[in-house]
Antibody, heavy 120, light 109 residues
Framework: QITLKESGPTLVKPTQTLTLTCTFSGFSLNTRGVGVGWIRQPPGKALEWLALIYWDDDKRYSPSLKNRLTITRDTSKNQVVLTMTNMDPVDTATYYC????????????WGQGTLVTVSS | QTVVTQEPSLTVSPGGTVTLTCASSTGAVTSGSFPNWFQQKPGQAPRALIYSTNNKHAWTPARFSGSLLGGKAALTLSGVQPEDEAEYYCLLYYGGVRVFGGGTKLTVL
């Protein structure tokens, strides 16, 4: 049974760096083809794909946010970490992590999401 | 900046059939775009329905199907149920980068 859960601060101040952790179970990030990604959704708005890290440590980022994002993994802890620098109120959103078992099947399994509010 | 476009809203009667589409600003959507479709109901995380154009996940109801149609990715719901009322998102692959569409709000009325 594949599960993912996001954790991190619920409130950050403008200009701060956000660090979110995705803790997963039911699969290994050492398995060929597997990836874990991050997606966000501002309140009342559409989903936005952010980043993805693969089993071989290959990393992909949204071009529009690439300069602010870093995705890393700790396979021993079954965790994937996303950092986003220079947070702004427009970054207020629910942040989801999701499991991909291949290039073709992105985000087959999702976490419940965590709401991050950016406000002073 | 690549833009993926979906119909903002559609309405369908219970038992009817509706097709949602997903277009790319870079040109025709192909199988190499590995179109994925997701359903999201209010207050819930999205749920994956279709991957790689027309492949269903184990939990995807049979009434959902995916295809390519006129240069776009398409999601067809046949025999629509009231519980299919939701927001639907497509996702396209661009050489490693993924982009979501803006979503289609499907109303069952």
């Amino acid at each position: 049974q594949i599960t993912l859960k996001e954790s991190g601060p619920t409130l950050v101040k403008p200009t701060q760096t956000l660090t979110l952790t995705c803790t997963f179970s039911g699969f290994s990030l050492n398995t060929r083809g597997v990836g874990v990604g991050w997606i966000r959704q501002p309140p009342g708005k559409a989903l936005e794909w952010l980043a993805l890290i693969y089993w071989d440590d290959d990393k992909r980022y949204s071009p529009s946010l690439k300069n602010r994002l870093t995705i890393t993994r700790d396979t021993s802890k079954n965790q994937v970490v996303l950092t986003m620098t220079n947070m702004d109120p427009v970054d207020t959103a629910t942040y989801y992590c999701a499991h991909s078992d291949s290039v073709e099947a992105t985000a087959a399994y999702w976490g419940q999401g965590t709401l991050v509010t950016v406000s002073s | 900046q690549t833009v993926v476009t979906q119909e903002p809203s559609l309405t369908v009667s219970p038992g009817g059939t509706v097709t949602l589409t997903c277009a790319s600003s870079t040109g025709a959507v192909t199988s190499g775009s590995f179109p994925n479709w997701f359903q999201q109901k209010p207050g819930q995380a999205p749920r994956a329905l279709i991957y790689s154009t027309n492949n269903k996940h184990a939990w995807t109801p049979a009434r959902f199907s995916g295809s390519l149609l006129g240069g776009k990715a398409a999601l067809t719901l046949s025999g629509v149920q009231p519980e299919d009322e939701a927001e639907y998102y497509c996702l396209l692959y661009y050489g490693g980068v993924r982009v979501f569409g803006g979503g289609t709000k499907l109303t069952v009325l």
